[in-house]
């Protein structure tokens, strides 16, 4: 079933016991985020949660229920993207990359329905007043404040949107993003985005501020679960995100052209905040935020966004999450983007056979790689590689290892890991970009890397000495043994 609206996912999961309602008024002062970072701490991730009357900073309390950690389980990420696993959606896209023109008129019309479907996912831009606009605010009755935004952390700088969909065109090529940046609320008609320097929608400003021209900028709140999703993958920066959330959903999404700006949003969007950015005005302070890394980042300058309009569905749902110690919901959502761009990775690096950033990690601090190894030296060939490719660039630590581990098991790969190497040996490190998040680089967004080799050595490589095996029992002696365990009473957790 396709998903057409948050709306639509809030049913799927309350059909499925995955969410729970919170009757009681909470306030967004904090409150909000201790209950749901409880939740997403415990076993499998916690429920989703529907808060039907968060309450606002004022005592007063909002119209508009808030949803959170509706993709903090490996269930609801799948249920969000429409697949049983993951792996489906990589599939599918190793199918496409794989795919070869056929000789023969039948092999080719075999063809077809493959064809027919990419087809249908360019994103279509609808005629009429989308649910999105149903209520449209303008001059001082688009209040921002009105709205839940929630101040998750004591040392926050103020109240955030944490989960939008921020949309931005290139000025030279026309071509669209949509990405997911924290902004913070900064008045009534007021908002600073916190453009990190490596984005696309930073590289849109810093365009359009060249050009000294005034920047239109729509954050979306709420949408079909893939789109959502599709604002916080890495794509590369050619490609909409809106394709991408059609190819995800097999269908296209639905758009509409924004009330004040030329850009067009989500036509089943809850709620669509419209704004200017002036490149003639000074930056302002952003921050400090309670970020995915478990630490404060800490404040800085960025562009305001002055409001000039709020639109809204007449049941919109205020969709939020947090961020902090993980693991988090952000975990998941880095989780589907680790199964489902593998393939990509595999395009120029086809002898990666795995790879798994875990949640303690915060993505970008470790990843582990496994690959077949088929020459010495190969694994400094892969994390070069890996150093060079998109956002892949900011990884801290790379661990690679031979494709006989298990990259998904941390506790494996260390175990691997730490037996293989020998430090002076298999340690090597280098500098380069890091994120902006990283409070422990020499300089902002500038530091250095580590890379680990944990494969078998190779003569080639100056081992000489005989390698050992792993100790594994016999698989007679296993088949002897589970065949008399209900005898022996020995109970295991």
């Not at 959170?68 to 990589?90: K, T, Y």
């Not at 008129?105 to 831009?125: F, Q």
């Not at 952000?330 to 593998?342: K, M, N, P, S, V």
């Amino acid at each position: 079933m396709t998903m057409d609206s948050l709306r639509d996912f809030v049913r799927v999961l309350e059909e499925a016991g995955e969410l729970v309602r919170v009757r009681e008024p909470v306030s967004t002062v904090k409150e909000i985020t201790e209950v749901a970072d409880r939740c997403m701490k415990s076993a499998g991730g916690g429920p989703a949660l529907l808060f039907e009357h968060p309450v606002l900073p004022g005592g007063a309390v909002s119209r508009v229920p808030l949803a959170i950690n509706l993709f903090g389980s490996h269930r609801r990420i799948a249920l969000a993207l429409g697949v049983a696993s993951l792996d489906e959606i990589g599939a599918r896209i190793q199918g496409l990359l794989s795919t070869k023109v056929p000789d023969g008129l039948l092999a080719k019309l075999a063809m077809l329905p493959t064809i027919a479907e990419i087809a249908k996912y360019p994103p279509r831009v609808e005629r009429g007043t989308p649910p999105c606009q149903t209520v449209v605010l303008e001059g001082p009755a688009a209040d921002v404040t009105q709205l839940p935004h929630l101040l998750c952390w004591p040392g926050d700088g103020g109240h955030y949107i944490t989960l939008p969909m921020v949309i931005t065109r290139d000025p030279a090529t026309g071509v669209r993003n949509v990405g997911m940046y924290r902004v913070m609320v900064q008045g009534p008609r007021a908002l600073a985005m916190h453009w990190q320097r490596h984005k696309v929608g930073a590289a849109h400003w810093r365009e359009m501020a060249a050009r000294g021209e005034r920047m239109p900028v729509a954050i979306a709140l709420g949408a079909d679960p893939p789109s959502l999703y599709a604002a916080s993958a890495p794509l590369p920066p050619a490609l909409d995100e809106f394709l991408f959330a059609g190819f995800l959903r097999r269908a296209p999404v639905r758009l509409a052209k924004a009330v004040t700006s030329d850009l067009e949003v989500p036509a089943e969007a809850d709620i669509v905040i419209e704004g200017t950015i002036d490149p003639a005005e000074a930056l302002v302070t952003e921050g400090p935020f309670g970020d995915h890394t478990g630490f404060y980042s800490l404040a800085d300058l960025y562009p305001r966004v002055h409001v000039t309009a709020i639109t809204m569905r007449h049941d919109a749902i205020y969709p939020a999450t947090i961020v902090g110690r993980p693991p988090m919901e952000d975990y998941y959502l880095g989780h589907a983007t680790e199964r489902i761009f593998l393939p990509l990775i595999r395009l120029t690096m086809p002898e990666v056979t795995d790879y798994h950033m875990p949640a303690y990690g915060i993505f970008h601090n470790l990843v582990f790689v496994s690959i077949r190894k088929q020459y010495p030296g190969h694994a400094w060939k892969v994390m070069n590689g890996l150093w060079g490719a998109g956002l892949m660039s900011l990884a801290k630590v790379l661990v690679v290892l031979d494709d006989d581990v298990d990259v998904r098991d941390p506790d494996e790969a260390w175990w691997v890991a730490l037996n293989h190497i020998d430090p002076r040996r298999d340690v090597r490190f280098t500098d380069g970009p890091v994120d902006v998040l990283d409070h422990s680089s020499r300089a902002f967004t500038y530091g250095s890397k580590m890379g680990i080799d944990a494969t078998r050595k190779w003569p080639e490589e100056g081992f000489t000495r005989e390698w050992p095996e792993r100790i594994v029992m016999d698989e007679a002696t296993k088949r002897a043994v589970d065949a008399r365990w209900a005898s022996l009473g020995i109970r295991l957790p």
